[in-house]
C-alpha cells in the first residue's frame, strides 16, 4: 500500500495568484477549475475564484489550493503550518529560495545549520510560510 500527502492551501480570492506564482517557482503543469465549474457558482464576484486548483511537477513537487468562499469561514492565523522543500543540492534549494523570496518577510535567512547544508525560512507575498533545506550534506 502507498499515499501521498499534499498540502491543500486555503485563500481568500489570490489562490490563481498564488498558484500561477508557485508554477513559476517550481514548475509543473497547473490545473485551476472555477467555483462556477465546480459549485455551479453564479455569483459574479465569486464565479472565477478558484474552485480547486494543483500544480505537480516532474521533480515530485505538488500543491493544491482554493478561494474560500465569502460564506465560509476563513482565518488564516499566525503561522498555522508551514510547506517544506527539500532537494538534494544547494544549487537546487538556493534557486527556489531566490524566487520565493521575491515580496516576502525572511523569518530564518538561507544559510548552514547544524542539520543540514542550507536551511532557511520565509513568508511569501500570499502569507505562506515556506522551509527550505538541503535534505543531504551536499556542500555544493
Partial sequence: MSIKTVAHINFRGS????????????????????HAQIY???????AELVGWGQIV???GFAI???DAPASRDYDPGKAPFFISVSGDTITE??????KLMVGATIVQDLAPAGWSSLYGMLKDQFGVTWV?????????
Wanted: aromatic letters at 12%; a negative charge; proline letters at 2%.
Fill in 15 to 34: 489562490a490563481r495568484a498564488a498558484l500561477s506564482y508557485y508554477q513559476s517557482v517550481f514548475g509543473g503543469d497547473l490545473v485551476l477549475v472555477t
Fill in 40 to 46: 455551479g457558482t453564479t455569483d459574479p464576484q465569486e
Fill in 57 to 59: 511537477s516532474v521533480e
Fill in 64 to 66: 493544491m489550493a482554493y
Fill in 93 to 98: 534549494i538556493t534557486g527556489y529560495w531566490e
Fill in 132 to 140: 527550505l533545506d538541503v535534505h543531504s550534506n551536499e556542500a555544493h
